[in-house]
């Protein structure tokens, strides 16, 4: 083992102080989880990995600050515990960097995480460097076209024509999660329509499993996520109505959450890029033909958020043709329009104007009739006026009206009513729907696992055999992977002619690759065992660690991401590969690094490198102005903060140690007993703060114990007392989650090593019988939050203890600070600016 290294003991240096320590923890590897006969119970913490494109910036400092104190702090309670890192290191940012600079994609990409593996270990987090994985190697997508297989042979993964997302600058398809604002995630480019024959993933088969797992997550995710993640499931109780349409030989089935207002369908709305509406136009007349067609075109350049939008001007073409309402025989014309999504329901619907302001535009841009079927009310009771006259749809529950056997009845029972008609005649039956859709997973482009799929004219899709994976990609050298409309890899002939698996005979290689996501949606089982060349991971493993206790990273990731992980979850736990179907027990979402109230960019200005922030303040520094700037999920503004701050902060913090003059193992008993008392106080309350992300308060109260101690020595207890050596080792404990450098080097100068595994010591109940205080935080005279505090609190600390509390912070958002008033140890008001 390295020997402790000397150190000047006459300043605090950050530069030399790093120096020291890297090639230390280099060597001796304190966090490697694999270690044999380790009894300690495990715990998993797992930090979002990041993408290989250019060095680490600002955001990636927070959420791996915030994430190595929770490791760090469950290796000091005792457990073993797995923290790895990774690359997600396929995808679109390699390619097109690729293309502009004309180079290759795995050399650039390689390039990217050279530096950024300099960089991670600079930062020192708790990482367990055996357990490196980079999902754009062939021994980690092997087992990306390994599980594809098992899908396919449980017809979770199929092949399908279908109007797909379409993006015209990259020259793929996207899922519809990758669609934002009815722009390109990647690109910002407005999506079209396009349809393709494409690879999915069969998510809706879980998709009840996916809706009510996400109760077992209440209290462990953040609320805002769940409800992002069942929003975008969907699930809806309504029925399916068959609607004969004249002329048709088959009905047509419409869903809809409100069967009770049939009676009000006055006309019928298809979606115009549907089969159904193509079909429907066909038999129409030339002048409806050419009327459609044009109409069409223009919608194929729209996006989804645009053509659900209330705002936005109705449209339609009337197809000449008219379907029959089942419950009263009424004929309803067809109208093909925007507003009615393809891949919702059945790509139809039939329209209540009165009750649907959509339906109610529509009805008045196009001249066609409105009937009232729900008497609703205003709060007082008064009939709300006829949406025919008022142009405003009357959405509420009601009572039925105008419904025939319906009328007089209330929601629940005319739905239940009208479903009970409807099956009894035969029209209709209770169905559920999703607006969740299957995953889209194939890419036209280089730079992504190869589907392992041949295509034989005899035999069809034919899987690749486990023994014949992976299947590589073929070199970059000698394709062009500009963006055409198709895969680069269809122009590689040598790689693409093959023979059949199955029979023998010639066949193709599948040219599409898969979506990245695919890549992250398992990848933290992977790294139990990234280098197990006989499956993608090791059952018992997976028994001893998953799932992860703590997943740390951007709410980014709500839907996509997280959603993905879960189905492959559930599908590799039906497969008998894990015995858990929620892979993330707890998520923490970290907010942004912004500057000057907004996002970080060279076109803004306003961009802050974070290779010149560490070498300017140093890595402790920074890391600690990351903890101390708020909660976890707020958002934080550089310029608000100040590392320069925490730099002088750890200053004082490392001279503690420097002037302590007795020696280690001495008992602190015969200490300062009110020294005592407020490290043991502090001891107690940074655990329980830890373990609920409260990491700014714990800075505070590390930041007061360094206060007090310092007193304590000046003005009587001397650098000697055991209770000063008791205070600063809790000092050096504490700070090691956040300033692991200052933290070490504190360690040493107290005659001890590896303060990472220093286990947490022993809290003295018997010194915390101190009577407290109940301090109210007020800002603008408001109570926002009260803190218990010891009778002779000092202004200063209670001033630092105040201002980072979750109440005060959130009251005071983006707003400076004019002034603090502290009546220690009863009230503190602060004064926004």
Not at 163 to 188: F, I, K, M, S, Y
Not at 408 to 421: N, Q, T, Y
Not at 453 to 463: F, N, R
Not at 493 to 506: F, L
Request: proline content about 6%.
């Amino acid at each position: 083992m390295t020997e402790t290294p000397a150190f000047d003991d006459a300043r605090y240096d950050f530069h030399a102080i790093e120096e020291r320590w890297l090639p230390v923890w280099e060597e001796r590897q304190p966090f490697r989880s694999g270690r044999e006969n380790d009894a300690r119970p495990t715990k998993y913490v797992l930090d979002m990995f990041p993408y290989p494109s250019g060095d680490l910036h600002m955001g990636h400092a927070e959420a791996y600050a915030l994430g190595d104190v929770i490791a760090r702090h469950w290796v000091q309670k005792g457990f073993n515990v797995l923290h790895p890192i990774g690359w997600d290191s396929f995808g679109l940012p390699a390619e097109n960097a690729a293309i502009k600079r004309g180079i290759d994609p795995a050399g650039w990409t390689e390039d990217n995480i050279a530096q950024q593996l300099r960089s991670m270990k600079r930062y020192a987090c708790s990482f367990d460097w055996d357990r490196v994985l980079m999902t754009h190697r062939p021994d980690y997508y092997r087992w990306n076209q390994w599980i594809f297989t098992r899908m396919f042979e449980k017809g979770l993964a199929y092949r399908k024509p279908s109007q797909v997302n379409w993006c015209p600058n990259d020259q793929t398809v996207l899922a519809n999660e990758q669609v934002v604002g009815g722009l390109c995630e990647r690109c910002d480019t407005p999506v079209t329509k396009k349809k393709l024959t494409q690879w999915y993933f069969k998510v809706t088969e879980y998709a009840d499993e996916l809706l009510d797992g996400l109760e077992t997550l209440r209290g462990a995710w953040p609320d805002k996520v769940i409800a992002m993640q069942r929003n975008w499931i969907g699930r809806s109780t309504g029925a399916d109505v068959k609607f004969r349409i004249e002329g048709r030989d088959e009905p047509i089935d419409i869903y809809t959450t409100r069967p009770d207002t049939l009676h009000g369908a006055t006309f019928m709305v298809v979606a115009v890029d549907s089969e159904l509406a193509a079909e429907l136009a066909a038999d129409a007349d030339e002048e409806t033909r050419a009327a459609f067609a044009t109409y069409l075109e223009k919608v194929r350049g729209e996006s989804e958020i645009d053509r659900l939008s209330t705002e936005r001007e109705k449209t339609g073409v009337f197809l000449q043709r008219h379907a029959v309402n089942p419950v009263n025989g009424e004929r309803l014309p067809i109208w093909a329009s925007d507003y009615v999504l393809a891949d919702y329901g059945h790509g139809a619907i039939m329209a209540v104007p009165a009750h649907d302001q959509r339906d109610l535009d529509f009805a008045k841009a196009m001249d066609l009739p409105v009937r009232t079927v729900l008497d609703c009310r205003d709060e007082d009771g008064a009939e709300l006026p006829d949406p025919a006259e008022s142009g405003v749809a009357t959405t509420g529950d009601g009572t039925l009206v105008n419904s025939g056997s319906l009328d007089g009845l209330a929601k629940a029972e005319a739905i239940a009513a009208i479903i009970a008609e409807l099956d009894a005649a035969g029209t209709g039956a209770e169905a559920v729907n999703y607006r969740l859709r299957d995953w889209l997973i194939s890419r036209q482009r280089y730079w992504g696992t190869p589907i392992p799929i041949v295509h034989c004219d005899d035999c069809g899709e034919v899987p690749v055999p486990d023994d014949q994976l992976p299947v590589v990609l073929p070199p970059a050298e000698g394709l062009d992977l500009k963006p055409k409309g198709q895969s680069p890899l269809a122009a590689a002939t040598d790689w693409v002619n093959t023979t059949c698996p199955r029979c023998g005979a010639a066949a193709l290689r599948d040219t599409d690759t898969m979506d990245t996501f695919v890549d992250s949606s398992w990848y933290f089982l992977r790294y139990l065992d990234p280098t197990n060349t006989d499956a993608p991971f090791d059952v018992e493993d997976a028994k001893r660690w998953a799932p992860i206790d703590q997943y740390v990273g951007g709410v980014t990731h709500a839907i996509l991401h997280l959603l993905y992980a879960r189905f492959f979850t559930k599908a590799l736990r039906d497969m008998g590969m894990v015995d858990f179907g929620e892979p993330f027990s707890a998520l923490l979402n970290q907010g942004m690094v912004q500057m000057d109230g907004s996002a970080m960019s060279k076109s803004r200005g306003n961009l802050v490198r974070l290779s010149e922030q560490l070498d300017e303040f140093g890595v402790d520094a920074v890391r600690l102005t990351m903890a101390f700037a708020g909660p976890p999920e707020d958002d934080i503004d550089w310029a608000d903060v100040s590392p320069a701050g925490s730099a002088k902060f750890l200053a004082r913090a490392w001279r503690l140690a420097r002037d302590v003059t007795s020696e280690p193992g001495v008992d602190p008993a015969a200490g300062d007993a009110a020294l005592r008392a407020h490290t043991h106080r502090t001891l107690k309350d940074s655990q329980e703060l830890v373990e609920s992300f409260r990491f700014n308060v714990v800075v505070a109260r590390v930041m007061e114990l360094v206060n007090v101690t310092r007193k304590a020595i000046d003005s009587g207890a001397g650098p000697a007392d055991p209770a000063v050596r008791e205070a600063a080792e809790v000092v050096a404990i504490l700070l090691s989650l956040v300033a692991p450098y200052c933290a070490e080097d504190m360690w040493s100068m107290l005659g001890h090593e590896d303060v990472a595994l220093a286990t947490y010591p022993a809290v003295d109940e018997s010194l915390l019988v101190e009577e407290t205080v109940t301090c109210i935080v007020q800002v603008k005279g408001k109570v926002r939050d009260r803190l218990e505090v010891a009778p002779g609190i000092g202004e200063d600390e209670l001033r630092e203890l105040a201002l980072a509390t979750d109440g005060a912070r959130r009251a005071i958002g983006d707003a400076g600070i004019r002034a603090v008033i502290v009546r220690a140890p009863k009230l503190v008001n602060i004064v926004p600016a």
